[in-house]
């Protein structure tokens, strides 16, 4: 049966990186039997020029009716200066929030071909592979009462809330130990348990769900501990559940251990599968409108989709392998290169679709 994906550029970079991704889908929907409906709408700062809000109701609805979603990236600099509500990036997160998108699965993995891009000794990276799933719907960045307020004395307080229902932390547990299960087995929560009540709660909820994963190893790590061990020993790791916070700083450290911001995708999902898949980097103004941005992370993106929302595990890993084939044949957009020659967008673009198509050749 036919699958709908809603695709939405974005700003910046978005529209160049997305165009890259629908080449693939074409190719995937002319050559390996992919049947899926792609249909264009507006978000972010493009949206809010056309009709004066980040998130309209006509692409809401879009991606509600549909199977996934792919975005590029939302937000430039001329939109800093609005109010909260009309910029860019409150569009996305109104997005998250309205299709539940709870789940965050932001993999770090290191090509072997890129060992070199990475800040940390290649002994400590080569083979990386981890993902981390952060809840995103909730905690301190939706929390409220929330706000900058004025006190008796004059002064200004800001002020945000902490707080995990029972539900949230049982549903964001099953949606990492279901992943663990699908790889090496073993979980990391991370909190503040020694500080937070919320943490607490946290950590109670997951040795709960545990009890029904007897197969996962579960273990425990304190935010600032986690840090740490990200940067000295990250092989350790094989998939992390932590809160929306702590993940979000988390997720950014892990993704540097890789070396490049431009290769690595992200997935979004609510409780049946349905998921927002993008790019884990933004709308790159610095590089916007030339050609060089690194559509790696977008195209990765879709064999994300692939396999957890289109349920097309097999189309999935080709893109996967393909991917691994560009690289290996030495294709390096700028931020990759090394010194050495770079190709440009549609250029990579180009060469995934070449070596996808080779594999059904092959
Ligand atoms: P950014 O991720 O856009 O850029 C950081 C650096 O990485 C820049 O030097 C950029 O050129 C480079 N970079 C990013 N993606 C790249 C790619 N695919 N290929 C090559 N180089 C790449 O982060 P920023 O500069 O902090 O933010 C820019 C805008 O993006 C802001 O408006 C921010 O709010 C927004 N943003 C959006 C999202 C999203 O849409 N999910 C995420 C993060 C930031």
């Known amino acids: ?156 307080e800001g002020f945000n809330t902490l707080v995990y229902a029972e539900h949230e932390i049982d549903r964001i547990a099953r949606s990492a130990f279901d992943i663990a299960m699908l790889r090496n087995r073993k979980l990391c929560s991370v909190d503040k348990a020694n500080v937070l009540e919320v943490s607490e709660l946290w950590r109670e909820v997951v040795k709960d769900v545990a009890r029904e994963y007897p197969e996962v190893e579960l273990s425990h790590l304190y935010v600032d501990n986690a840090s740490m061990q990200l940067v000295r020993a990250p092989k350790q790791f094989d998939v992390i559940v932590t809160g929306n916070m702590f993940g979000d700083i988390l997720s950014d450290t892990a993704a540097m251990l890789t070396g490049s911001i431009g290769m690595l995708p992200s997935a979004s999902l609510d409780k049946n599968g349905k998921g927002l898949y993008e790019p884990i980097h933004g709308s790159a103004p610095d590089i916007a409108g030339k050609s060089i941005a690194n559509p790696l992370a977008t195209i990765l993106s879709v064999a994300m989709m692939l396999r957890y929302s289109l349920e097309q595990t097999e189309l999935a890993n080709f893109v996967d392998v393909a991917v691994g084939n560009v690289l290996n044949q030495g294709f390096r957009t700028a931020d990759i290169a090394d010194g050495t020659n770079s190709v440009s967008t549609s250029d990579m673009g180009d060469a995934v679709v070449a070596a996808l198509r080779a594999l059904n050749d092959s």
């Open 1 to 156: 049966m036919s699958k709908k994906i809603a695709i939405l550029p974005g700003d910046g970079i978005g529209t160049e990186i997305v165009a890259e991704a629908i080449k693939l889908l074409d190719c995937l929907n002319q050559d390996f039997g992919l049947d899926a409906e792609l249909e264009t709408a507006a978000i972010g700062g493009a949206a809010y020029d056309e009709s004066g809000r980040p998130l309209p109701d006509s692409t809401l609805a879009l991606c509600k009716q549909a199977d996934a979603i792919l975005m590029g990236s939302v937000g430039a600099p001329q939109y800093e200066s609005l109010d909260r509500e009309t910029r860019p990036e409150w569009g996305l997160l109104q997005l998250r929030a309205s299709l539940e998108l709870f789940s965050n699965l932001r993999p770090a993995m290191l090509y072997p071909q890129l060992v070199n891009a990475s800040s940390l000794k290649p002994e400590l990276v080569s083979g990386l592979d981890i993902m981390i799933v952060r809840e995103l719907t909730g905690g301190i960045y939706f929390g409220e009462p929330r706000g900058i307020r004025t006190l008796e004395s004059g002064e200004r």
